[in-house]
């Protein structure tokens, strides 16, 4: 059963510092990996998408990698700003189904 | 863009009311999905349809139900609202294109029953 961490839970972090949030998956048959963002009370907004035979994309300031050999995917987001403060949700759908499963989130505090 | 719209943002019904929560998507997309999201446990799956009249259960399907009459609407419907279904409820879909099948969400209901 496929099993999706995100580590850490929560972040603070100053503006302007660099920072990578993780995600581990469990299962390597995926067909994809897609990061999302979600502000308080809101619902989500995909960020990027990575494709099972991709290692990286690149949107602005987020780069987003995927080794699917050792089931780990980090979003990198450059010059942070207080305006990237939300919770950030990595999400896999495995390959024969249609389930997306959900990490839990890693919370970011970007403080001015 | 492709979007997903949810019909209330905010809902507040009582115990034993049958609720119903629409959702609509202008994509032509295939698949949609209804998720509950609940502080400490995350983003649930109470049911999926991948095609018109199609659905299947998620992982928590207890104490709902779903239709899908139409490609574009998938509607979340609950028979006798209980407290303990007070949640945020996320509506998503998305095409099918294999491992370039992208979910886009709607903004979210938040329902309390009281």
């Known amino acids: 059963k496929q099993e999706v961490t995100q580590i850490p839970a929560a972040l603070s972090v100053p503006e302007g510092e660099n920072l990578v949030l993780n995600c581990s998956f469990t299962?390597?048959?995926?067909?994809?990996l897609q990061w999302f963002r979600q502000d308080p009370g809101k619902g989500l907004t995909s960020l990027l998408l990575i494709q099972s035979s991709q290692r990286e994309q690149t949107s602005g300031r987020l780069n987003a990698s995927l080794d699917k050999s050792s089931g780990r995917s980090t979003l990198y987001i450059a010059a942070s700003q207080p305006g990237d403060s939300a919770t950030y949700l990595c999400?896999?759908?495995?390959?024969?189904?249609?389930?997306?499963?959900f990490g839990a989130g890693t919370r970011l505090f970007v403080k001015a | 863009d492709v979007k997903v719209t949810q019909s209330s943002r905010y809902l507040v019904k009582r115990t034993g009311e049958k609720v119903f929560l629409e959702c609509v998507q202008d994509m032509d997309h295939e698949n949609m999905f209804w998720y509950r999201q609940d502080p400490g446990l995350g983003l649930r799956l109470i049911y999926f349809s991948y095609d018109v009249k199609m659905k299947e259960k998620g992982d928590i399907p207890e104490g709902y139900s779903v239709s899908r009459e139409k490609k574009e609407r998938f509607s979340l419907i609950l028979e006798s609202a209980s407290t303990n279904q007070t949640s945020m409820y996320l509506c998503?879909?998305?095409?099918?294109?294999?491992?370039?099948?992208?979910?886009?969400f709607g903004q979210g209901t938040r329902l309390t029953v009281v």
């Open positions: 299962d390597s048959a995926i067909y994809n």
């Open positions: 999400a896999v759908l495995n390959t024969g189904g249609f389930k997306t499963i």
């Open positions: 998503a879909s998305s095409p099918v294109r294999r491992m370039n099948t992208e979910a886009f």
